[in-house]
């Protein structure tokens, strides 16, 4: 295992595969953080390094392939603070793969906002994350062109605290995961149609969902149950691992990956399916 570190700080948030690597999406801090970008062959070694910013704070937090290239997304020109910062906007940004910036976009939804999921379609791009007016926490859903520019954006909900879990498809629309807090913590879903219109919310289950997938038109989630590395099946089952965090969850061909970190270590558990 190789490590490579780019300033004071150097912070991995997600990639995604390429044909000839892993293409690679963070933070670095110097004296500002900047959006990173790195691309790793798969042997593992750095085949190139890329760095996004400007005026304050840039984040990258998501990333997606399209045909012609990536899109990145996340906050920019914001001030980050230990509790998550303030006055960032929305940014998505497309890249070709050796990382040069084809375009960029910067989105004001309430006034303190960050792209967590980026997904493409065949008539546009759709974007969900958190935003705040300073005092409470909304998601929000946003669809762009295919040059990012904005076709329409929703916000959900107010509460004390919200953490974005992920977009996945629906019979009607898509469904939006997300966790808030007023007293404590829950895991709701918004079903929204395609033009971004509310058609129903419903709530999962106490706990904290960090990553969402699809499993055969229900939702499979990973992420905090009280204090749990918790890993969940909708409807069907759950199982917490032990102290820790689930933070990523993919489906394979014959089981589920589950990463996150356990009794304090990183841990990366294959799963067998569990049928209903």
């Not at 595969?17 to 593992?44: A, P």
């Not at 749990?228 to 069907?236: R, T, Y």
Request: proline share 2%; glycine share 16%; aromatic share 10%.
């Amino acid at each position: 295992m190789k490590t490579y570190t780019f300033g004071k700080e150097t912070v991995p948030v997600a990639g995604i595969s390429m044909e000839d690597g892993i293409l690679i999406i963070g933070s670095v801090k110097n004296e500002n953080y900047n959006i990173m970008l790195i691309k790793l062959n798969y042997e593992e070694k750095l085949e190139w390094f890329k760095l996004f910013g400007g005026k304050d704070d840039w984040e990258g937090h998501s990333i997606a392939k399209v045909d012609d290239g990536y899109l990145i997304g996340g906050a920019v020109e914001g001030i980050a603070t230990p509790d998550g910062g303030e006055s960032w906007k929305a940014y998505l940004a497309k890249v070709d793969g050796n990382g040069n910036k084809i375009w960029e976009r910067k989105y004001r939804i309430l006034g303190n906002e960050c792209v967590y999921s980026i997904v493409p379609l065949s008539n546009g791009v759709l974007l969900g994350g958190e935003a705040s007016d300073g005092s409470k926490r909304s998601f929000f859903l946003m669809k762009t062109d295919l040059m990012g520019d904005l076709l329409w954006k929703r916000t959900l909900g107010t509460w004390e605290d919200a953490i974005f879990g992920g977009i996945i498809k629906g019979k009607r629309g898509f469904n939006l995961i997300g966790s808030v807090k007023d007293t404590g913590w829950s895991v709701i879903a918004f079903e929204l149609d395609r033009e971004g219109n509310t058609l129903g919310e419903k709530h999962l289950g106490e706990g904290i969902a960090l990553d969402v997938t699809d499993l055969n038109g229900k939702i499979l989630i990973t992420g905090d149950k009280n204090g749990e590395f918790w890993i969940s099946l909708i409807g069907e089952w759950e199982a917490t691992l032990g102290e820790g965090t689930g933070t990523a969850i993919q489906i394979l061909n014959d089981g589920i990956l589950v990463g996150g970190e356990l009794n304090g270590m990183p841990l990366l558990p294959s799963w067998t399916l569990m049928e209903s």
